[in-house]
């Protein structure tokens, strides 16, 4: 027992952690003022937020849009993930190569990657053009949609929920798919046997990722430009264009309350649907 | 006619040789024991008749149906693990009762059965706990109800004892055999420990780098092993060279004889309860001698002459 030993995480947490979100909290206690902060508490930002229909809009577009990115991430993460558990070694070694090589490049070249894909020259338009598809579609960008915001979100997030899913199935014991096949199960229904096995790595993936994609500024930046916009890119443009500091913060506060209430509420969905044993 | 039989199996894993056309047949009812050291092919072809593995060549026949091709959720049998593989998010009840659940059997009957299982191994008071409650004596049991309620054709085991102390070990030993005597039921167990092997068989395969050492009863693998890893494998067993044969002595058949065909020097007494173990060396070889009442006075270092029953020595192919 030497407690000293948890100084150095403690000083980080409370500085890197505590002490941004109590500035942050501070901040969005403030009216707006062009001079100059002013003085005295107030919680008229928050009402601002929940009084707008806009904001309202904006705040539920967000959660819509990191819900889709989660559900998507989840159906293609889950083959991965256990592809790359049922996988020889050397496989295994292949697959997380191409899973985690991603993650050295900026989410910022990642996301300028797609404009060069999805853009009115882009590389999706004139593929589309070499086939002879040379209908309107193939004149006009795809970038400022959903679709294109969701297909940067989805490659940029994709390896934390294979990584979650396959942190869960690495505890996973093989042999009980080989009991479920001896008892007479098919391979589909002896999958079936163990995929609860599976849920808590899926619920971690899905929280991880819906609290990244809820939060993320860069890729919906640049892909979804005027015609996708969430909180994140509100809060930025309040703060940094519009100097409205105390307004740019209560956003980001009302953004982490709803995403923590959101989680919690799907992790409580989760444990009274599947219960896991200890 | 037998009622498996394994006809010339091959196994190999990326060039390294697991199972070298081995044959065997065992009758209805019996319990065929595979021995062996670790990497013999005991497992290999466990998992071949459970049908987790394909053979290279050779065919596996059961109650002259050929299963070869057979995918294992079709084979009707059920396995024990080692690690007892039991599903950690379902109850006991759910666990005894899936492999009736894939047979779609009706939901009375179910219920009736799983019960019938967990009472047989005494667990019919845990039915609603999930095995991460139990110990590993209760997992072996609930694996085992969950194997014998399918009433399965052949019962395989994988080396279900390994886990478990050894007092329990030979309870659960002891309770198999209650079992697979009661039930009639057909058996296949793996194991790498000899007493285990001698206790439980009808038949044992005794193998030895993917092929077939010796096949017998357990009395013939004891009393008469047919090579010189057979004698040394099973029970422990002195090899004595004669001139050019050996002759193979269980220690408790040798016996201490100042006129004996051999002189020893006493190296360690140890006492095992029924009988104390003396361990000699001559000049050639390490001798072990077993005496049920050893005379007093013997100490390190002492000179002792040793003789045996012809009638309990034997040569053996060097």
């Known amino acids: 027992m030497r407690p000293w030993l948890l100084l150095p995480a403690v000083i980080a947490m409370l500085g890197l952690f505590v002490a941004p979100l109590a500035f942050l909290i501070a901040e969005s206690l403030h009216r707006f003022s062009l001079t100059g902060t002013a003085s005295g508490v107030t919680l008229v930002n928050y009402f601002k937020l929940i009084g707008d229909a806009y904001y309202l809009n904006l705040l539920g577009e967000t959660l819509k849009l990191a819900s889709v990115a989660s559900l998507i991430c989840l159906t293609l993460g889950t083959p991965i993930a256990w592809t790359l558990r049922l996988a020889r070694s050397r496989a295994q070694g292949l697959i997380l190569l191409g899973l985690l090589a991603p993650l050295l490049v900026s989410v910022v070249v990642r996301s300028f990657g797609w404009v060069v894909i999805l853009g009115e020259f882009g590389l999706a338009n004139s593929a589309m053009r070499a086939i002879g598809m040379n209908g309107p579609a193939s004149h006009r960008t795809h970038l400022y949609t959903e679709p294109a915001v969701l297909a940067g979100l989805v490659q940029v997030f994709l390896p934390f929920m294979v990584l979650a899913i396959y942190g869960a199935l690495q505890k996973l014991d093989l042999q009980l798919i080989r009991a479920a096949r001896n008892l007479g199960a098919n391979r589909a229904r002896a999958f079936l046997a163990v995929l609860p096995l599976s849920i808590p790595g899926m619920v971690a993936g899905v929280a991880t990722v819906f609290a990244l994609t809820a939060g993320s500024y860069v890729t919906v930046a640049v892909l979804g430009g005027n015609g996708v916009r969430v909180l994140a890119v509100v809060a930025y443009e309040q703060a940094i264009s519009g100097m409205n500091w105390p307004l740019g913060s209560a956003i980001g506060m009302v953004l982490l309350l709803a995403t923590t209430l959101t989680l919690r509420l799907f992790q409580a969905l989760i444990a009274r649907l599947w219960p896991m044993p200890i | ?318």
């Open chain 2, 1 to 318: 006619m037998s009622y498996l039989r394994l006809d010339a199996l091959a196994k190999s894993y990326g060039g390294a040789l697991a199972l070298d056309g081995l044959s065997l047949e065992i009758e209805r009812g019996a319990c065929l024991v595979l021995l062996g050291p670790s990497g013999c092919g005991k497992t290999t072809i466990l998992n071949l008749v459970a049908g987790f593995l394909r053979p290279d060549t050779g065919r596996i026949v059961l109650d002259g149906q050929d299963i070869t091709a057979l995918p294992p959720h079709r084979r009707d049998m059920g396995m024990v693990f080692q690690d007892y593989a039991l599903f950690p998010h379902m109850t006991l009840r759910e666990n005894v009762g899936f492999g009736l659940r894939m047979r779609h059997v009706a939901r009375a009957e179910q219920l009736q059965r799983v019960d019938a299982a967990l009472a047989s191994v005494g667990l019919e008071a845990y039915a609603e706990r999930t095995p991460g409650q139990l110990s590993g004596g209760q997992r072996q049991r609930v694996a085992l109800a969950r194997a014998l309620v399918i009433r399965p054709r052949l019962l395989l085991f994988d080396e279900p004892l390994s886990n478990l102390d050894a007092l329990l070990r030979e309870q659960l030993r002891t309770e198999i055999r209650a079992v697979l005597d009661e039930a009639g039921i057909t058996a296949i167990f793996v194991t790498h420990d000899q007493s285990e092997a001698l206790a439980l068989a009808d038949r044992i395969a005794l193998l030895r780098a993917g092929k077939l050492e010796q096949f017998g009863t357990p009395d013939e693998l004891y009393n008469r092993p047919a090579t010189r890893f057979a004698a040394s494998f099973i029970g422990g067993c002195n090899l004595i060279a004669q001139g050019a044969a050996t002759i193979a002595i269980r220690p408790h058949c040798m016996r201490l004889d100042p006129s004996g065909p051999l002189q020893a020097v006493l190296e360690t007494i140890e006492f095992l309860g029924p009988s104390t173990r003396l361990t000699l060396h001559d000049a050639a070889q390490k001798i072990v001698v077993d005496l049920a009442t050893p005379p007093s006075g013997l100490f390190r270092g002492m000179n002792l002459g040793l003789g045996w029953d012809a009638a309990h020595a034997w040569v053996i192919a060097p």
